[in-house]
């Protein structure tokens, strides 16, 4: 087992008839997580029942528990206070329902996570990045190119869903350890971006992975279907503006985040906007010819 990367995984199931399928989702989560990588594992369980901890993986998990939930930017700091006490160089942050679309269609996926811990010492200039959330995210026409295939590429971008993120160690590099902010009770991960960008560190999508929630928005999920996040949205952009402001971050007329004058200020000088690691010489998966397709792709 690694000491480069450790997951963490916070986990809050709902108090009704959902709860059990809740559990099942977050169960394959640890399956595939296990099956895929050597990550260890630390999970934040709130308000669990003695059933319901996962006891197939040994000592690659560990559980911090809650007896009551709390929000999720405090149960996240839980989780990055133990994360910089530690002598891990990478964190993946978590909720119970993220995983990775893993086959020889979709470039790394798991695999990401062995690549990047081989050749670690490559990836210090990048301070946080996220997976391709298909939902908004075409990424087969740039796949394409076979150098999305025989690199890791991360593209210079905000949007970070927090499903799930990777955040850098900024204490084991003498800098600040950076938190959620507890004000924000939604678009919290994204929040979080505009505060790593903020302390000067990059933020960045990657190309390689694509994101695979194992929960889709409806009676499973906290947050209700996606018509019910649109209100909350809106005012968590005008509160995220709020906070950044002095940095430059702004509203445009249309209500999305203008990021420009941010990035120009916060950016550190000598850090392109596109990254572009050779991935190490692992094993080779045979990939198929792809084809670009609109909306979802998975």
Request: with cysteine; charged share 20%.
């Amino acid at each position: 087992m690694h000491t480069q990367m450790i997951g963490y995984i916070i986990s809050c199931l709902p108090s009704n008839e959902r709860r059990e399928e809740r559990l099942a989702a977050h169960n394959q989560q640890i399956d595939e997580l296990g099956a895929h990588t050597d990550l260890p594992l630390v999970i934040l369980a709130m308000g669990y029942q003695p059933h319901e901890f996962h006891d197939t993986l040994g000592d690659r998990i560990r559980y911090i528990t809650l007896g009551q939930p709390v929000p999720p930017a405090e149960a996240r700091n839980i989780c990055l206070r133990d994360f910089y006490a530690s002598g891990y160089r990478w964190a993946a942050l978590m909720d119970n329902d993220a995983a990775l679309y893993h086959s020889p269609t979709h470039n790394s996926g798991y695999h990401f996570i062995g690549e990047m811990t081989a050749q670690i010492d490559r990836y210090d200039n990048i301070g946080l990045f996220y997976p391709i959330n298909p939902m908004q995210t075409p990424f087969r026409a740039r796949w394409e190119d076979s150098g999305y295939f025989t690199n890791h590429v991360f593209e210079r971008g905000i949007s970070a869903k927090g499903t799930l993120v990777f955040v850098r160690n900024f204490a084991q590099f003498g800098q600040k350890p950076i938190y959620q902010d507890p004000a924000f009770t939604f678009m919290e991960d994204n929040a979080f971006a505009f505060a790593v960008l903020a302390a000067k560190q990059t933020v960045f999508q990657n190309w390689n992975m694509v994101l695979k929630e194992l929960v889709a928005a409806g009676p499973l999920s906290f947050f209700g279907d996606m018509a019910s996040r649109g209100p909350r949205g809106a005012l968590a952009r005008q509160q995220i503006v709020a906070k950044f402001a002095t940095d430059g971050l702004r509203l445009n007329t249309n209500g999305n985040l203008n990021t420009r004058a941010m990035v120009n200020r916060c950016w550190p000088s000598g850090v392109p906007s596109m990254v572009v690691v050779p991935k190490p010489a692992l094993p080779v998966i045979h990939t198929p010819s792809l084809v670009a397709s609109s909306k979802k792709e998975v």
